[in-house]
DNA sequence: TATTGTTATACTCTATAACTATA
DNA sequence: TATAGTTATAGAGTATAACAATA
């Protein structure tokens, strides 16, 4: 039978507390740097997702956006509108369409990717010693 | 003229990256936390907003959620629908509504934030004495 | 007249079902 | 016959514009 997993230590629960608190409320600015760029968070999602060089079928990309393969259709084609991702045949099988990501889709993923980076002013108002502690410790998590 | 902030210290970087690396690592967590309960993300971020005691005035509500005041009007009806928001006519200007949450909205609304509170397990397998650490130093944050 | 919220309308995003082309 | 992707269609969410009630 299905069971609920055993309470975590207090400060687990502490220290994922207050990250959370930290990254939910730098949400605004994430959403900022979409708007400015006039992204949806659906373009982001796919943005994160292709690659420059291993193309994805539309069915993969809709189990892994958890969407219907019509609606990954539709989202691809917005992108490669956009000029950010391209479709290819498969090579070995022709009712297979690869999307990658093209040139310009990387430069605004990375770009994208450096703002989100960008630390908020609350966690550069740490000191160097307690922000070194804080990134030694994170380091490693899912080691 | 609108300059570039400058550059964090390196320290600050490292450790705001690998924060933000563990939400988006945790995102699909929170996403099934709504979807097992038929909630959209409007309806998750309207019971973070509103209040059981303190009712707020539809424009209000449109100005921070980023929306236009005719879809505010949209998003409570729902959330109404539901029985999680109540709207109430403004004692002095009655041209005013007042959104309020009720007890049935702040119950899952807490269900919620204690499920989104639950550390992911790559937090978890840290030790306890890093988890104080890094509880210790980021109760610091916005203080 | 100005403001608050709603309603009318149109556009975007989404899923379901039907379709095309390959296998 | 089965599968990958698309297209047709309909429903949900969104903004703009017009409206009703109140200030």
Known sequence: MPRKKSSPPPEAAAAWRLMFEVLMSSGHRRTASLVRRGLTPNDARALWTLDVDD????????????????????????????????RASHADDKRVKLVFLTKSGAAVRDELRDEYHEPPDEIRALTRKDLATLARILAKVGK
């Open 55 to 86: 193309g994805r079928p539309i069915g993969d990309l809709a189990r892994e956006w958890g969407c219907d393969p019509s609606n990954a259709t539709f989202i691809v084609g917005r992108l490669e509108k956009s000029g950010f991702a391209r």
